[in-house]
T-cell receptor, first 116, second 113 residues
Framework: AQSVTQLDSHVSVSEGTPVLLRCNYS??????LFWYVQHPNKGLQLLLK??????LVKGINGFEAEFKKSETSFHLTKPSAHMSDAAEYFC??????????????FGTGTRLKVLA | GAGVSQSPSNKVTEKGKDVELRCDPI?????LYWYRQSLGQGLEFLIY????????KSGLPSDRFSAERTGGSVSTLTIQRTQQEDSAVYLC???????????FGPGTRLLVL
């Protein structure tokens, strides 16, 4: 079965400290993996994506994620949190099924709070 | 257009009524997706279109839900005989090709009384 698990529903960090948002996936096939961000009252925006070209993926706003196949993980990191990073983050896996169709599986989200 | 647009932005309806939600994807995007985001929950994938075709409708919550796309552009999501549990934000996204980066619209907030 295909699934994605975001291990923390809420994460709080102090401004200027590192951010780690965890994501583990389960997929029978090599999926594409994405991180999206949703700011309050705003639409979803792509942060970064992994499509097998490189295991370390750099995204916008200083975020990056590393694809680790052995650990089936795609954790999102940022060296130094900024107040504007406060938002909800979604990990997404898009496996292609044997039928040729796709599924788009969103994690339940991690709400990041940045403390001054 | 500049981005994905959805209409209406808000819809209040009475239980049992039908509603139609519209999505205008980015021009030239061949793939279109519908999601539902309920309060306090993540995004639930409903259906995707490749061109005008929806190869997998199993994500639709019940047979009261249907979606169509015509001309490879505009899509409508129709909910018949709405129920209170249908209240949610319905999001539409499009991508240039299937399984590539999705660009999301602002959503339609549906409230069923």
């Amino acid at each position: 079965a295909q699934s994605v698990t975001q291990l923390d529903s809420h994460v709080s960090v102090s401004e200027g400290t590192p951010v780690l948002l965890r994501c583990n996936y389960s997929s029978s096939y090599s999926p594409s993996l994405f991180w999206y961000v949703q700011h309050p009252n705003k639409g979803l925006q792509l942060l970064l994506k992994y499509t097998s070209a490189a295991t370390l993926v750099k995204g916008i706003n200083g975020f990056e994620a590393e694809f680790k196949k052995s650990e089936t993980s795609f954790h999102l990191t940022k060296p130094s949190a900024h107040m504007s990073d406060a938002a909800e983050y979604f990990c997404v896996v898009t496996p292609r099924l044997t039928s040729g169709t796709y599924k788009y599986i969103f994690g339940t989200g991690t709400r990041l709070k940045v403390l001054a | 257009g500049a981005g994905v647009s959805q209409s209406p932005s808000n819809k209040v309806t009475e239980k049992g009524k039908d509603v139609e939600l519209r999505c205008d994807p980015i021009s030239g995007h061949t793939a279109l997706y519908w999601y539902r985001q309920s309060l306090g929950q993540g995004l639930e994938f409903l259906i995707y279109f490749q061109g005008n075709s929806a190869p997998d409708k199993s994500g639709l919550p019940s047979d009261r839900f249907s979606a169509e796309r015509t001309g490879g552009s505009v899509s409508t999501l129709t909910i018949q005989r709405t129920q209170q549990e249908d209240s949610a934000v319905y999001l539409c996204a499009s991508s240039l090709v299937l399984a590539e980066t999705q660009y999301f619209g602002p959503g339609t907030r549906l409230l069923v009384l």
